[in-house]
């Protein structure tokens, strides 16, 4: 099965991610980070090891993304993140998170700056709605 999924934030020149999770928490996870810069739309996967900058790494995750189907798009004061997985279903927890303002990922080796704000929810994917805590 294919899953689409768009996220949708203010733009403040930082990034944002989404993520799964088998048990609500950002270790162990693997998330679609997306920010734009100099006017270009970047998105990636990460794995989560760890809780530190240099335990995010890019480029590696446990995600099956669909091939050609993954965009970062700045547009009217706002970045989009669209993309779309094949799975018969995501893992139960969607965790995400916002970077601080004007902290964009290192454009060397992208490393991502710990995250401003975040959360998680219980998700349940076969009816759409989320788990109220």
């Known amino acids: 099965s294919q899953w689409s999924f768009v ?3 203010p733009e403040k020149r930082s ?3 989404v993520g799964f999770s088998g048990k609500g928490g950002m270790v162990g996870s693997s998330a679609m980070v997306g920010w734009s810069s100099g006017g270009k739309g970047v998105a990636k996967q990460y794995y989560l090891q760890g809780r530190s900058p240099e335990a995010v790494t890019p480029d590696d995750g446990r995600l099956t993304l669909v091939r050609n189907r993954t965009v970062a798009v700045s547009k009217s004061g706002r970045l989009y993140l669209a993309f779309e ?3 018969d279903r995501p893992q139960p927890y969607l965790i995400y998170s916002v970077g601080y303002e004007g902290s964009l ?3 060397s080796d992208y490393t991502i700056q710990m995250h401003r704000d975040m959360g998680s929810r219980s998700f349940k994917f076969a009816s759409g709605t989320y788990i109220h805590y």
Do not use: G, H, K, M
Request: aromatic share 8%.
């Open 15 to 17: 990034y944002v991610a």
């Open 85 to 87: 997985l094949s799975t």
């Open 7 to 9: 996220l949708s934030a």
């Open 105 to 107: 990922p290192s454009s």
